[in-house]
């Protein structure tokens, strides 16, 4: 299988402008990356073993944290140590986590909840046709907590597409859910970049997906991001010896 083309046709503008950045916890250094572009419209993949800094990396993404040194110039605007990023771009970013964390309400009030903090009018139209693209359409007002783990994952994408954000950022968002929504997320989120050109930074365990969706995959060890390439370079002809262990599956972890 061919990886996915960019549909910005390979132009490189670009989102994401990381350089030096270290994010330090009680001293301990767990991301040190020197250098990182992500560009607009793409599907960035990135793997790497549990505690390799995945989710520390999104969470700066996000601007929910400061980095400790370095900067992340996003879409023009710098974001380093002891800074916080404006409300305007804080909303161009939205991440889904693995486990979604939904209200005790009904499917289509979760969806709206985004929009309401947002003082944006919350109009029936798009949260059902948001629902609809995720599968969704006939269990609007079915209350979240009854829902399956795909399904409440299917509301957590809802939830996040309704704010049509530039850049969306999912954490191990299929991970322990049955392949039948595992198909489904992906295809949600393969046409979410196709169709409306997000931006999205893919973290996941599974190597494979990554490979059915990511346009360029990055591997990240110990914080540092030991190779980043055009999908199937990344899968075929890997540079690093880690890299190829990491991908045949003989890496510990
Ligand atoms: N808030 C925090 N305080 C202290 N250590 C943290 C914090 N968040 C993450 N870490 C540590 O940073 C390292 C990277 O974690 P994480 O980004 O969650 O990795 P991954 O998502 O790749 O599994 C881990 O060693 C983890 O224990
Ligand atoms: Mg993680």
Redesign the pocket.
Known sequence: MSAPQPQNGGGKNVTYEIRGLVKE??G?R??DVEALDIYAGEVLGLV??????????LRLLNFLEPPSQGEICFEGVAFGPDQEMQLEQRRRVTTVFQRPMLLDRSVQDNVAYGLKLRGRDHYQGPIQSVLEEVGLGALARQRARTLSGGEAQRVALARAMVLSPSVLLL?EPTANLDPFNVGLIESIVQRLNTSHNTTIVL?THNIFQARRLAHRVGF?LD?KVIEIAPTEAFFNSPADPRTRAFIAGDMVY
């Not at 790497?48 to 990396?57: E, H, N």
């Open positions: 916890y009680q301990r767990v991301l790497g073993p549990s505690g390799s800094g995945k989710s520390t990396l954490d973290v990240l914080g």
